[in-house]
C-alpha cells in the first residue's frame, strides 16, 4: 500500500509543479470532495428517501437549494480559489513540502489529531463572536438563511465569513508545516465532517452514535434551528467546548425532554 501511495506521488510531483498541486489541485480535490458528499442529501430530500431519518419534516424548495449551489460556485471560484493561490508562498514559508518520501503514519495522525483540536477550539470562539448582534445581522445570518440544512450549506455562507473561519481550518497546517499529501487528507475529513454536521440526517451509523464527543447533524441541526445570535453549539467537530462555557444549555435540556428525563436547571 505503502508503495503505490508512492508510486501515485511520484507521478503527481513529476507531472505537476508544487503550485500547481498546492494551489489549483487542492481546489480540484476540495470542489470533487464537497459536491461529491454534499449533492446527494439534495437528491435524498427531493425524493424522500431515508426521510425517517431526516432530523426536521420541513423541506427546501427546489429554488432555495439551486440558489445555494449557484452562491457556492460563486464563492468558491471568486474567494476560496484566489486564497489557495494568495496563499501558496505562505505555506511554503511555514515548511509545506511535496517531495518524497511521503510521511509516516504516525506523523500523519498526529498532526490531522492536532488539528482538529486547534480547528474546533479556533472555530468555537470566531463562532461565537459571529453570533452577537452587529456581526450576526451583518455576516453570519448568510449562513443562516437555511434554517433546514443540508449538506452543501456547510460553506453557503458570507465571503467575509469565509476568510474569518477558514482561518480555523488553515492556523493548525500554518503551524506545523505538513507535506501536502497530509495537508490534502485533512481538507478531504475537514469537509467530510462539515457536510456530515449540515446533512440534516442522524442515521444510526453517524459518528456522534459511535463517539461521545463528537458533534455530528444533529449536534448542528439545533443551532441552525434557532435563528437569533445567543443559539448556542458554536463547535464544529467536539461537543466539550461547549459543554465547558455552557452554550449546550439548551440543546442538552431538549435533548433531556426528549429523552424523558427530568430536567435540572442547576446542572444546566
Not at 14 to 20: G, I, P, V
Not at 174 to 179: E, K, S
Request: with cysteine.
Amino acid at each position: 500500500m505503502a508503495s503505490l501511495l508512492e508510486s501515485g506521488w511520484r507521478y503527481l510531483i513529476t507531472h505537476f509543479s508544487d503550485f500547481q498541486l498546492a494551489s489549483l489541485g487542492s481546489f480540484l480535490l476540495h470542489e470533487s470532495v464537497f459536491f461529491l458528499s454534499g449533492l446527494p442529501f439534495i437528491l435524498f430530500e427531493r425524493a424522500g428517501f431515508l426521510s425517517k431519518y431526516k432530523i426536521q419534516s420541513k423541506q427546501n424548495s427546489m429554488a432555495a437549494q439551486e440558489k445555494c449551489i449557484t452562491r457556492l460556485l460563486l464563492y468558491h471560484f471568486c474567494v476560496n480559489l484566489p486564497v489557495m493561490i494568495i496563499s501558496y508562498p505562505v505555506f511554503r514559508y511555514m515548511g509545506m513540502r511535496s517531495t518524497l518520501p511521503l510521511p509516516s503514519w504516525k506523523v500523519v495522525v498526529s498532526q490531522i489529531l492536532f488539528y482538529f483540536i486547534i480547528e474546533d477550539f479556533v472555530f468555537y470562539w470566531g463562532h461565537r463572536i459571529l453570533h452577537t448582534k452587529w456581526l450576526y445581522k451583518h455576516v453570519h445570518s448568510v449562513h443562516h438563511e437555511y434554517a433546514t440544512p443540508f449538506g452543501l450549506t456547510s460553506e453557503y455562507a458570507h465571503p467575509a465569513e469565509i476568510l474569518f473561519l477558514g482561518f480555523a481550518t488553515i492556523v493548525g497546517p500554518a503551524i506545523t508545516g505538513p507535506h501536502l499529501c497530509t495537508l490534502w487528507l485533512w481538507m478531504v475529513l475537514r469537509v467530510l465532517e462539515t457536510v456530515e454536521a449540515h446533512c440534516g440526517y442522524h442515521f444510526p451509523w453517524s459518528l456522534s452514535n459511535l463517539f461521545p464527543l463528537y458533534g455530528g447533524a444533529d449536534f448542528h441541526d439545533y443551532h441552525h434551528r434557532l435563528l437569533y445570535t445567543k443559539s448556542g453549539n458554536y463547535s464544529s467537530t467536539f461537543v466539550y467546548m461547549d459543554w465547558i462555557f455552557g452554550t449546550d444549555k439548551g440543546y442538552r435540556r431538549l435533548k433531556a425532554l426528549k429523552s424523558g428525563i427530568e430536567v435540572d436547571d442547576k446542572q444546566m
